[in-house]
């Protein structure tokens, strides 16, 4: 298996060539590519785990997949937030099978070790009587895994050599500012999650780059009028960081989209040109390498147009299988009825019932059954990603990043799998 790797990343420093726009089918389908993956992309970058305001009190917890292992993030009752393995430190049992809750301590469902939401353990049962004096609690505290965020953003890694969150998303901070710290944000509800038949890269190169499809992907729901068909141009820029991230900005935008008595809240928590940027939003999509898209968009309801915002994990499950795990996220201060009508504008585009999210999944899962297994044939197709290979950045665009000023590129697709290649062959 070692000399099946050592082969396959041979394979890919010669045929991913992000620099002229080719990258092979192979990396969607290959299982040995998806095992070297985890080792090399998800056990060493920050991963998404979840929003702050999911745990606003004393002793709430959440319980997330970090990179297929359960953690259990819980703010402590000095409010501090921690991720704890959910791994009992006795015998290695899973010690808290709830995906919510409040509680300052976790008891084993095994042999009933109990341990405080800082990880310290705390009571063993009998312990005079089986173990004497000799056992040292001090000892079998739960391992604790880095959590960081930004914005209300949590993310989590495994890897303690990883630099701190926010130099990973160095000047990609500036977007994430107009996406998550605008104004107090909040998560309304669970996360909606969903499983479905697609390698994890296809929706990450989808929301980092590709608005070229939607003309023609998401074409009927033009002519059925629930957005307008201009909704489509390719008018905007598509932005690129270092580390992989990106997004493309959909303006101008006549029309406010974010609740009017906001405005100074907003104000107060972006620069001017940010602040100019959301007034003139149309939409803004994007990808924080390796999985986790976010977006905003608008839709009418009752004739009057209301902007979503939504965070999604793409998270492997296998190779050709992945869970979809969405986050609504909500100004806390606007209105109980605008927040009612910006989440039905949510449910209505982006959710397992939307109607956009139905479109790309239907792309996504012929993508990977055509890419699927380590055929030889995968390895001579090579998919286009050459556009706009010719273009220079545009040096006029008041944000951070390499800037381009239409959508219609695969430059940050491009700056996506440069990131992605230089960790898989690290
Ligand atoms: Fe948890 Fe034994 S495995 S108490
Ligand atoms: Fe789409």
Redesign the pocket.
């Known amino acids: 298996e070692e000399m099946s790797q050592k082969e396959t990343i041979e394979y890919l420093k010669e045929s991913v060539q992000p620099e002229i726009g080719a990258i092979p089918a192979y990396l969607l389908g290959d299982p040995s590519v998806y095992e070297i993956e985890h080792k090399k992309v998800f056990l060493k970058t920050w991963l998404f785990v979840g929003h702050e305001s999911e745990i606003p009190n004393k002793n709430d917890f959440i319980t997330r997949d970090v990179a297929g292992y359960s953690v259990i993030i819980s703010r402590g009752a000095d409010g501090e937030i921690r991720g704890l393995y959910n791994m009992?430190t006795?015998?290695?049992?899973k010690?808290c099978r709830a995906d919510a809750g409040n509680k300052s301590s976790f008891t084993?469902p095994?042999?009933?070790?109990n341990f405080k939401n800082t990880g310290d353990c705390i009571g063993v049962p009998l312990q005079k009587d089986i173990y004497g004096d000799e056992l040292d609690k001090s000892r079998l505290g739960l391992y604790k895994i880095r959590v960081e965020s930004y914005k209300g953003l949590l993310f989590g890694t495994w890897n303690n050599e990883a630099e701190a969150l926010e130099d990973f998303l160095g000047e990609f901070k500036w977007y994430i500012d107009i996406l998550a710290g605008r104004a107090e944000m909040e998560v309304l509800g669970p996360p909606q999650r969903f499983i479905i038949h697609s390698n994890w890269k296809i929706g990450a190169d989808n929301f980092v780059g590709d608005s070229y499809h939607t003309m023609v992907t998401h074409g009927s729901i033009a002519k059925l009028g629930m957005v307008p068909s201009a909704t489509y141009s390719k008018k905007g820029y598509q932005i690129y960081t270092e580390n992989g991230h990106g997004l493309n900005l959909g303006t101008p935008n006549p029309d406010f989209a974010f609740p009017e008595e906001l405005r100074e809240e907003y104000k107060s928590n972006l620069t001017d040109k940010q602040y100019d940027i959301l007034c003139n939003l149309k939409n803004m999509i994007g990808n924080i390498f390796p999985n986790l898209s976010f977006l905003i968009s608008h839709t009418k309801i009752k004739g009057q147009l209301i902007s979503n915002t939504s965070v999604r994990l793409w998270r492997p499950v296998d190779v050709d299988k992945m869970e979809v795990i969405t986050w609504f996220l909500v100004e806390k201060n606007a209105s109980e009825d605008w927040k009612r009508r910006s989440r039905e504008s949510f449910v209505l585009t982006f959710s397992p019932s939307g109607i956009f999210e139905q479109d790309d999944t239907e792309v996504f899962t012929d993508i990977t059954a055509a890419a699927s297994g380590a055929m030889p044939l995968m390895k001579q197709l090579t998919f286009n990603y050459t556009m706009g290979l010719h273009r220079k950045p545009d040096k006029d665009f008041t944000g951070p990043g390499v800037v381009f000023d239409d959508k219609f590129t695969e430059a940050s697709q491009r700056n996506f799998y440069r990131y992605w290649l230089d960790l898989m062959t690290k």
């Open positions: 009992c006795h015998r290695g049992m010690l084993c095994y042999h009933g070790f």
